[in-house]
């Protein structure tokens, strides 16, 4: 009984805690490794587009690209950043895999990792309300559907949202195996 | 500490509000308990902090759901190509919006609980991870709306020559201002999300 009450204080960073840890620490490198090809993707994707039409018209310009609306440019920017942050943070997530143990590290990842959702979500967002927008047009401000012109800008400017939403997703899965792997130290 | 095979401590102050187990009652504590709580008092704080913060965001975004969704203007006169009534439901992205903010503020009323059970018990950790999980995910979706509605505002100002886009803040300037502020008070929802997060994460670990 004595010899118990002693072992209950130390217990706390047994080996099934840290085995736990490591998965967790190794389920992050994971998601961070697979997400990094989703924003590149998404942010060369976007700026690589652009459509000439073969025709002019007296009210629509001829030629499309991603920087002609501010949104997307700022979503390129916003996934760049992004995706120069998940390759900058691998180092990092290897020193939590081979030191499961690291508390500081891991509030900087929380913190780190809520910006760059909130960055991630932010241009991602603005960028799916301008596909929308493009996509479907609006009668009451007046506001052309551009898509019936521009087929194959639309197309690969929707598509490139879809790795970005899932970066989104991978960065609230990491936000979750940090403060996890936090509590459980 | 005696050379022996267990660790006296006399700890009489712990008598009064720790569990009957044999180890106590004889009167030996573990040297645990007394570094527990003393530093339990950082974490009450900043779960009191956490509490007003969620309070602070309930306000924003309450504000930003009922700006946007009682924004309306009616010009006095009608022009041939332009509509003379403004709402939020003639852009599918305000709709969004105020769905969006609507949803944020209601999960915050119901958060509230948890937040004050983290400020009555500082030690437990179930609490706080089920918060940050649900914060996380709330961040997400306020983050999501406030920009989506940024970009058809800013659209709204500005305008877009190569999209032949016209600008109708031009037409309808309270119209715009209300919605701009609704979205501003959204962002300032979003930096609140962001320090809720960052306070459930540095209450969560183990001193």
Same mark, same amino acid.
């Given at each position: 009984?004595?010899?118990?009450?002693?072992?209950?204080?130390?217990?706390?960073?047994?080996?099934?805690?840290?085995?736990? &840890?490591?998965?967790?620490?190794?389920?992050?490198?994971?998601?961070?490794?697979?997400?990094?090809?989703?924003?590149?993707?998404?942010? /060369?994707?976007?700026?690589?587009?652009?459509?000439?039409?073969?025709?002019?018209?007296?009210?629509?310009?001829?030629?499309?690209?991603? &920087?002609?609306?501010?949104?997307?440019?700022?979503?390129?920017?916003?996934?760049?950043?992004?995706?120069?942050? *998940?390759?900058?943070?691998?180092?990092?997530?290897?020193?939590?895999?081979?030191? !499961?143990? $690291?508390?500081?590290?891991?509030?900087?990842?929380?913190?780190? @990792?809520?910006?760059?959702?909130?960055?991630?979500?932010? #241009?991602? %967002?603005? $960028?799916?309300? /301008?596909?929308?927008?493009?996509?479907?047009?609006?009668?009451?401000? &007046? =506001?052309?559907?551009?898509?019936?012109?521009?087929?194959?800008?639309?197309?690969?400017? !929707?598509?490139?949202?879809? #790795?970005?939403?899932? #970066?989104?997703?991978?960065?609230?899965?990491?936000? *979750?195996?940090?403060?996890?792997?936090?509590?459980?130290? | 500490?005696?050379?022996?095979? %267990?660790?006296?401590?006399?700890?009489?102050?712990?008598?009064?509000?720790?569990?009957?187990?044999?180890?106590?009652?004889?009167?030996?504590?573990? *040297?645990?308990?007394?570094?527990?709580?003393?530093?339990?008092? =950082?974490?009450? #704080?900043?779960?009191?902090?956490?509490? *007003?913060?969620?309070?602070?965001?309930?306000?924003?975004?309450?504000?930003?759901?009922?700006?946007?969704?009682?924004?309306?203007?009616?010009?006095?006169?009608?022009?041939?190509?332009?509509?003379?009534?403004?709402?939020?439901?003639?852009?599918?992205?305000?709709?969004?919006?105020?769905?969006?903010?609507?949803?944020?503020?209601?999960?915050?009323?119901?958060?509230?609980?948890?937040?004050?059970?983290?400020?009555?018990?500082?030690?437990?950790?179930?609490?706080?991870?089920?918060?940050?999980?649900?914060?996380?995910?709330?961040?997400?979706?306020?983050? %999501?709306?406030?920009?989506?509605?940024?970009?058809?505002?800013?659209?709204?100002?500005?305008?877009?020559?190569?999209?032949? =886009?016209?600008?109708?803040?031009?037409?309808?300037? @309270?119209?715009?201002?209300?919605?701009?502020?609704?979205?501003?008070?959204?962002?300032?929802?979003?930096?609140?999300?962001?320090?809720?997060?960052?306070?459930?994460?540095?209450?969560?670990?183990?001193?």
């Amino acid at each position: 009984m004595k010899a118990d009450a002693i072992e209950l204080g130390v217990g706390k960073s047994s080996p099934k805690r840290g085995g736990l &840890n490591r998965g967790v620490s190794i389920l992050d490198f994971i998601i961070r490794i697979v997400a990094i090809p989703g924003t590149i993707g998404s942010a /060369i994707a976007m700026a690589t587009t652009n459509e000439t039409l073969p025709f002019v018209t007296r009210f629509v310009r001829f030629r499309a690209e991603y &920087n002609d609306l501010p949104m997307f440019t700022f979503f390129v920017v916003a996934n760049s950043i992004v995706s120069a942050y *998940l390759l900058l943070s691998l180092p990092l997530s290897i020193f939590h895999i081979l030191r !499961s143990s $690291a508390e500081r590290s891991r509030i900087l990842f929380i913190f780190l @990792d809520t910006a760059m959702l909130g960055l991630l979500t932010a #241009g991602a %967002s603005a $960028a799916a309300s /301008i596909v929308y927008l493009a996509h479907k047009g609006n009668a009451k401000a &007046n =506001w052309l559907a551009i898509c019936q012109q521009f087929n194959s800008f639309c197309e690969r400017t !929707s598509g490139s949202l879809i #790795g970005s939403f899932l #970066g989104v997703v991978a960065f609230i899965l990491l936000i *979750l195996l940090s403060a996890v792997a936090l509590s459980r130290r | 500490m005696r050379s022996g095979d %267990s660790t006296t401590i006399d700890v009489p102050e712990s008598k009064k509000d720790v569990p009957e187990s044999s180890a106590i009652a004889k009167g030996k504590a573990p *040297l645990v308990a007394v570094v527990v709580k003393q530093r339990g008092g =950082w974490k009450r #704080g900043v779960a009191i902090f956490d509490f *007003l913060l969620r309070i602070g965001a309930i306000v924003a975004a309450l504000a930003a759901a009922s700006i946007m969704g009682t924004s309306q203007e009616t010009l006095p006169f009608f022009t041939q190509f332009f509509q003379f009534q403004a709402s939020y439901d003639d852009l599918p992205t305000f709709q969004f919006f105020v769905i969006a903010m609507a949803i944020v503020s209601g999960y915050l009323v119901l958060s509230l609980p948890f937040s004050i059970v983290s400020i009555v018990r500082p030690q437990a950790v179930g609490p706080r991870i089920l918060l940050l999980i649900f914060d996380t995910v709330a961040l997400t979706l306020n983050t %999501s709306a406030a920009a989506a509605a940024a970009a058809i505002v800013y659209l709204a100002h500005n305008g877009n020559s190569n999209t032949n =886009w016209l600008a109708i803040c031009q037409q309808f300037g @309270d119209f715009c201002q209300e919605v701009s502020g609704a979205v501003v008070a959204a962002f300032v929802s979003v930096v609140v999300f962001m320090f809720l997060i960052l306070l459930s994460a540095l209450a969560i670990r183990k001193p």
